[in-house]
């Protein structure tokens, strides 16, 4: 991933290189751990299926929940010290899990990683947001593909992540967990000497009085509201999909090929696309593009299922969703971080990124239950998919408009 990629116009800071190497180490050392942590849970410690939903759901809640909390911080403070100060907690954490066999402990050290990922996460989101708006005023061009290569980056370290656990699992949980915490050592180290004390331009402001402001931003909301539908839809690849997978297949051992795909899709097309679509379309027609993509892929399963379809037959369906769901999101994500500095408060883009994860993030905990709920009430097999179709094309009537 080079500045090549972003066309002979582009010229990434020392900076923007440093933030998207960031993202690439941040899910290396994250989904090192995290595939392998529930059936560590379950297997090894023993804890009942209830408490280890449990436990999962206190790491995202303390992640995505307080993502708003760091993101205020990162405006107080500058993202140096949140950024600094949330690798040494994932450190801890990680090496606290490594160690950890009674149920409080596991839960002080699963809220510990949440919680530091609420500090850097935002401070890193909003910055690299900042700068592509500096990039593309400087005649790089679209902000859209700084924030493309951002999720590239994402998802590379996604996808790498889980390999490196698989391998270090032949040894044990703990050697994942203190390799996974290895990693952010280098982190810290790396942004402790080249992350600048002070970044020109980035103003810091005072905490109080900020979160009044966002939540009376009606067009934030919408924003934010139209991002929680799209993230609500991708959430259903850790819920519907599998259901369907175990469906047609008899197990969900096709699972695993799905997400490589998906994952693949993105680190090899995100960039392609973005440029395709950023020389068609402004940023509230990409979202609804994407969106729309997103319904198809419902529709598709939605539309096979009453045929009954079962072994390679019935995965077409399934791979279908997640090429559609991939696709849309590729028109989704990059833009909807995109459009987060028109939105922001002069001095609050750090706020204003984390709460555009935690509003979303609500709405997936809420959404999730009730898909949930569908999915076991015994109906048409193709009404829960149509349900699903439904609410990415309802939140299309929720996004701003760009004036």
């Not at 995202?60 to 107080?76: E, H």
């Not at 696309?273 to 979202?287: A, D, K, N, Q």
């Not at 994860?357 to 997936?364: E, M, R």
Request: glycine fraction near 12%; include cysteine; aromatic fraction near 8%.
């Amino acid at each position: 991933m080079t500045t090549r990629t972003l066309g002979p116009r582009a010229r990434l800071s020392p900076l923007l290189h440093l933030l998207i190497l960031t993202q690439l180490a941040f899910n290396i050392g994250f989904f090192a751990v995290l595939p392998f942590l529930s059936d560590h849970l379950g297997q090894a410690i023993g804890l009942a299926g209830w408490l280890v939903g449990f436990v999962l759901g206190l790491r995202t809640f303390s992640q995505q929940g307080l993502f708003v909390v760091g993101g205020a911080l990162a405006d107080r403070y500058g993202i140096r010290p949140v950024v600094l100060a949330g690798c040494a907690l994932r450190i801890a954490g990680f090496a606290w899990l490594g160690y950890a066999r009674e149920t409080w402990s596991v839960i002080g050290a699963v809220l510990l990683i949440g919680f530091a990922a609420a500090l850097f996460s935002p401070a890193v989101e909003s910055e690299v947001a900042r700068q592509a708006v500096v990039w593309e005023a400087s005649g790089g061009g679209s902000r859209t593909r700084v924030l493309a290569l951002f999720t590239v980056a994402g998802q590379a370290g996604a996808f790498v992540g889980p390999l490196l656990g698989g391998l270090l699992l032949s040894v044990d949980f703990r050697t994942v967990c203190l390799a996974g915490a290895g990693i952010f050592v280098l982190v810290l180290a790396g942004h402790a000497w080249l992350l600048p004390q002070h970044i020109p331009g980035r103003t810091r402001v005072e905490v109080r009085g900020g979160m009044k402001l966002l939540l009376r931003n009606r067009r934030f909301l919408a924003l934010a509201c139209g991002n929680g539908a799209y993230l609500l839809a991708y959430n259903q690849l850790y819920l519907a999909l599998p259901a369907e997978v175990e469906r047609a297949a008899g197990s969900q051992a096709p699972l695993a090929w799905l997400f490589a795909l998906s994952s693949l899709l993105v680190v090899t097309a995100q960039l392609p696309v973005t440029r395709w679509v950023g020389e068609r379309l402004e940023m509230r027609r990409s979202m609804v593009a994407g969106l729309l993509l997103i319904a198809a892929g419902f529709a598709v399963v939605a539309a096979a299922r009453p045929a009954g379809w079962t072994g390679v037959a019935g995965l077409l369906p399934a791979a279908g969703f997640v090429v559609l769901l991939t696709f849309g999101q590729m028109l989704v994500a990059p833009v909807a971080r995109a459009w987060v500095p028109d939105l922001a408060e002069e001095g609050r883009l750090g706020l204003y990124t984390g709460a555009l994860s935690s509003v979303s993030g609500l709405i997936v905990l809420a959404g999730s239950s009730a898909t949930g709920s569908l999915l076991d009430t015994g109906l048409h097999p193709s009404v829960p998919w149509l349900a699903l179709a439904a609410v990415p094309v309802a939140a299309i009537g929720l996004l701003p408009r760009r004036t």
